[in-house]
């Protein structure tokens, strides 16, 4: 895919499902990078969105051809509320 057809996180926060993992990837102002012949999305571990993440603040790629769906966030805020959302339905049922 070509670099001017890719959509522009640069200000957002961005949960990825990858192919054959049940977690979903978050990424904090990501940007496409080529690296080795492939196409990742880069950015970095946010801080206070999973408990005790020990690789807050560290570079994360995740590689955008394993990525089945993405969702797009304003924030990190903006991802905290949508989960705490999510996990109120999954108590409920």
Request: hydrophobic share 35%; no cysteine; charged share 30%.
């Given at each position: 895919?070509?670099?001017?057809?890719?959509?522009?996180?640069?200000?957002?926060?961005?949960?990825?499902?990858?192919?054959?993992?049940?977690?979903?990837?978050?990424?904090?102002r990501?940007?496409?990078?080529?690296?080795?012949?492939?196409?990742?999305?880069?950015?970095?571990?946010?801080?206070g969105?999973?408990?005790?993440?020990?690789?807050?603040?560290?570079?994360?790629?995740?590689?955008?051809?394993?990525?089945?769906?993405?969702?797009?966030?304003?924030?990190?805020?903006?991802?905290?509320?949508g989960?705490?959302?999510?996990?109120?339905?999954?108590?409920?049922k």
């Amino acid at each position: 895919m070509k670099k001017s057809k890719l959509p522009n996180f640069t200000k957002k926060f961005v949960s990825a499902s990858i192919i054959g993992d049940e977690h979903n990837y978050t990424v904090d102002r990501p940007h496409f990078e080529m690296q080795g012949g492939r196409l990742f999305l880069v950015g970095t571990v946010p801080h206070g969105v999973s408990n005790g993440d020990w690789s807050e603040g560290a570079v994360r790629a995740v590689a955008w051809d394993r990525v089945t769906d993405y969702l797009v966030f304003d924030s990190a805020e903006h991802y905290r509320k949508g989960l705490a959302k999510f996990e109120k339905y999954k108590k409920k049922k």
